[in-house]
């Protein structure tokens, strides 16, 4: 059974782990099988499973849905869920819907955001709820982004990001989380900082690798994104397609360079 305790274990002796999205009970036991070190109830269920174009039209009842599924079937993962879009804009509304993640089976709440999140991750953490802090490519500020775009792709905001990353951590943040920026940068992030390091699309040198589960069984049918490996290609079924992940992610194997974003900053 893996616990948080686990994963800082793992990165204290130097030992990559796995995570993958999973929003069922079938899947789930899959992953239980392949043995996969953490289990994610993302937002990306807006796009996966209902059919969205982004994950803003998620809600908490939704998230907690799926949470409550793939909790009842895997009994070895460190399950996340995802706080969804403005579910946790002030505090109260951070502290009712985490409350309904770990009620449906969650070990800790994922929540996209920085510096401005600490007061959020102080009191959900005296609660007794672990935080993942989602930094980089927050899919919920889309708009304000103004598309799906590598992000800390200069010294300024890499340093920008190192800051955010500071203050969630002072702030009691159980496991980061980086999406789509340089590897350099998660390298740094994963040196200077003694939680947990989870990345997509962030390079091999991240304590823990996640992907959304459809997207490495190659259930992608627009262009998949760089860092997106098809784990099912030239394998007879599921479980063997999540082992070859977890142990691609073990060995450092996944990702490969070609999967990352290599800018010098
Ligand atoms: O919702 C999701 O699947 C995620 C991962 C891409 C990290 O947040
Ligand atoms: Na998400």
């Given at each position: 059974?893996?616990?948080?305790?686990?994963?800082?274990?793992?990165?204290?002796?130097?030992?990559?782990?796995?995570c993958?999205?999973?929003?069922?009970?079938?899947?789930?036991?899959a992953?239980?099988i392949?043995?996969?070190?953490?289990?994610?109830?993302?937002?990306?269920?807006?796009?996966?499973?209902?059919?969205?174009?982004?994950?803003?039209?998620?809600?908490?009842?939704?998230?907690?849905?799926?949470?409550?599924?793939?909790?009842?079937?895997?009994?070895h993962?460190?399950?996340?869920?995802?706080?969804?879009?403005?579910?946790?804009?002030?505090?109260?509304?951070?502290?009712?819907?985490?409350?309904?993640?770990?009620?449906a089976g969650?070990?800790?709440?994922?929540?996209?955001?920085?510096?401005?999140?600490?007061?959020?991750i102080?009191?959900?953490?005296?609660?007794?709820?672990?935080?993942?802090?989602?930094?980089?490519?927050?899919?919920?500020?889309?708009?304000?982004?103004?598309?799906?775009?590598?992000?800390g792709?200069?010294?300024?905001a890499?340093?920008?990001?190192?800051?955010?990353?500071?203050?969630?951590?002072?702030?009691?943040?159980?496991?980061?989380?980086?999406?789509?920026?340089?590897?350099?940068?998660?390298?740094?992030?994963?040196?200077?900082?003694?939680?947990?390091?989870?990345?997509?699309?962030?390079?091999?040198?991240?304590?823990?690798?996640?992907?959304?589960?459809?997207?490495?069984?190659?259930?992608?049918f627009?262009?998949?994104?760089r860092?997106?490996h098809?784990?099912?290609?030239?394998?007879?079924?599921?479980?063997?397609?999540?082992?070859?992940?977890?142990?691609?992610?073990?060995?450092?194997?996944?990702?490969?360079a070609?999967?990352?974003f290599?800018?010098?900053?």
């Amino acid at each position: 059974m893996i616990r948080l305790s686990q994963l800082a274990q793992y990165k204290a002796e130097g030992k990559p782990f796995s995570c993958l999205t999973c929003y069922d009970a079938s899947f789930a036991k899959a992953m239980e099988i392949a043995e996969i070190d953490s289990i994610l109830i993302g937002d990306s269920l807006g796009m996966v499973i209902q059919g969205h174009d982004s994950t803003l039209p998620v809600t908490v009842e939704d998230i907690a849905y799926h949470t409550r599924a793939v909790a009842r079937a895997n009994h070895h993962a460190f399950i996340m869920a995802d706080l969804p879009f403005m579910s946790y804009a002030t505090l109260p509304d951070a502290i009712r819907a985490a409350t309904t993640m770990m009620q449906a089976g969650a070990h800790a709440v994922k929540l996209e955001g920085g510096a401005w999140l600490a007061e959020t991750i102080r009191v959900l953490k005296q609660n007794g709820i672990p935080t993942c802090v989602h930094l980089g490519l927050t899919p919920q500020s889309v708009n304000v982004f103004g598309g799906y775009k590598l992000q800390g792709r200069n010294r300024d905001a890499a340093d920008h990001l190192l800051a955010d990353c500071q203050a969630v951590v002072d702030a009691g943040a159980a496991l980061l989380l980086l999406e789509v920026v340089p590897a350099q940068l998660a390298k740094e992030v994963q040196a200077r900082f003694n939680v947990p390091v989870i990345g997509i699309g962030a390079g091999v040198d991240c304590d823990g690798q996640v992907l959304v589960m459809h997207d490495m069984l190659g259930l992608n049918f627009e262009k998949p994104a760089r860092f997106v490996h098809d784990f099912l290609q030239g394998k007879g079924n599921i479980v063997d397609a999540f082992r070859d992940f977890h142990h691609s992610v073990q060995k450092r194997a996944y990702p490969e360079a070609k999967h990352a974003f290599h800018i010098a900053l």
